[in-house]
């Protein structure tokens, strides 16, 4: 079977993504797997250098990122994908380009990310310094059909992180087990439990 | 202002009753078993609800919470297969995909507090307070925040009742319920009182305990433990008056009640055999195993074209989709369509059991579709499906008394609801009030 798949993370600026890609990122060379972050911020400083945020240039960018993420995926390396990506046709363009193509939408009120802002560019877009601001002065269309959803204002980042990986065990993408979930005494338990009751 | 903003706020207040049938309790309501029911539901709003397909806590519980579909939610039963080893996986509440509306709730400043809610383990943050319910193991991990779980420990609570010694006494089972119950009751009324809730939640499953293990003596006034079961139906009919007044007597938005909801998560009936479809599969050509006594599908021969997890879930050995798929793709729908054909026709002394076939297409909508079995199957009451691979017998005697259904579950509820409604609708209803 295929081992590389590409695990695209969505979402408003500070909402969490490329914090979550690392973090999903270091599990999986943890578990011995070929890993690359597409994170748009460094893409932007290289592979898009020169590209603005009109709509254009920013669906420029995304398909970039997806030529780049389908390359590695063919070669069964895991790609990780972390930019806002703001609209749902040119993401869907991706999936369909990739195939094994799993969304994680980092959903985040605009209230949190205000009060997050590590850059200051709420702030400053708010005020009107910054044009096509995702968010603010330009729309995000948020997934309809993401695989994972994280909601990263009230859950914590390990809650995050399980759900995504999770997810990842459950589509095949990864072998399951391997110290997340259960434990293997309290899967024997709750094997034992099921079995009480006839479910298995 | 505060004060009359406060006493607009709308609340709501749920008692779970997992696994009673709306016919059962209709009729513990109509013999006065349970006359603070017969008081609370006397004006009418009584519905017969359908569960989820299948018909197991895990899935039905997580399309409540959620209102979504296992598709979307990603909970298909108790247990998965991994398609790269079929070993089995049981999926967390960590592997619930979609939003519960108890986040919805938090998104607008909402506070919940729900107890003993099956397949939240391990518990997590939600906005309010969680004590997770079946499969949780441990009480440390069950509780959130963690601040409860001293109290909780100090009035003893049980998460469950002792399984494994349910089959073998049933007396020792009894007593065993009537204690959780308490228990359940004394953590209720510590989160109603602790927990500043707008939404309040708590599950008795007991009730599903006692009717797989004894359903004989909750449906027949001549088993000798008839009396005592109807006993624990009381206990719990002061349970729910109980909350049923502690809610009436709440801000003025609540005191005729309107946001007050009794469910069950699914049906039960009386059980004879047991349906093992894997055995059926085997001997029909379907299946075979390399270990001679397999434990689990993860024994399966790599030419094995279908297998079936419990409780009536069937999955192609589809190529590209599992490791060691054998199924073309393109084969897999003449294989569905024959293997539809030919379940239907399995009787038990000339009767047909399988009343329903359900292909995936009809049940699951969302982007976990491919993970989803082909076919679900619904059996004629009686008859209980299993996913086990154990033994060589298509119909065999079980200890177990009382089974699953899927369209007798029940709600009660003054709230608009739709006029057959499934339990995946209540969560649109329970945040149509809330949040108007």
Known sequence: ?200 | MRLLRRQRKRRVCVVGLDGVPFQLLKRLADTAVMPRLSEIIQDGGLRQMRASLPPVSSVSWSCFMTGANPAEHGIFGFTDVAPDSYRLRFPTFADLAAPTFWDKLGESRRRCAVINQPATYPARPIPGALVSGFVALQLGKSVWPKDHLPALQAMGYRIDVDLQQARDNPDLLLADLEATLETRRRAARYFWEREEWDYFQVVVTGTDRLQHFLWNAVDREDDPRHARVMAYYRAIDEFIGEFWDRFRRGQSADREGEGFLLLSDHGFAAVNKEIRLNAWLRENGYLDYQADDPTSVADITPATRAFALDPGRLHLNVKGRFASGCVALSEAPALRAELAARLKEITFEGRPVITHIFEREQIYQGPRTNLAPDLVLLSEPGFDLKGTTKGDEVFVDTHFQGMHTWDDAFVWTHLPIPDSPEISDLAKVILGWMLG
Do not use: H
């Open chain 1, 1 to 200: 079977m295929a081992k590389g798949f590409t695990l695209w993370f969505t979402g408003l600026s500070a909402s969490g993504k490329s914090t979550l890609a690392e973090r999903v990122r270091d599990l999986l060379l943890e578990r011995g797997m070929k890993v690359e972050v597409l994170d748009g911020d460094v893409v932007r400083q290289n592979l898009s250098k020169g590209l603005g945020f009109s709509k254009e240039d920013r669906d420029t960018n995304i398909r970039r990122i997806g030529f780049v993420c389908n390359l590695l995926t063919r070669n069964d390396v895991v790609a990780i994908g972390a930019a806002i990506s703001p609209y749902r046709a040119i993401r869907d363009e991706n999936r369909k380009l990739i195939g094994r193509f799993v969304e994680v939408y980092c959903k985040c009120d605009i209230d949190t990310l205000k009060n997050r802002d590590p850059k200051g560019l709420y702030e400053k877009a708010l005020r009107g310094e910054i044009e096509n601001f995702t968010g603010v002065s330009d729309p995000y269309e948020a997934p309809e059909k993401a695989e994972v959803v994280v909601d990263t204002a009230n859950e914590d980042i390990d809650t995050s992180v399980e759900r995504i990986i999770g997810t990842l065990e459950q589509m095949g993408y990864i072998p399951a087990g391997d110290g997340r979930g259960y434990s293997e005494d309290e899967e024997e338990s709750i094997k034992e439990r099921l079995r009480d009751l006839g479910y298995i």
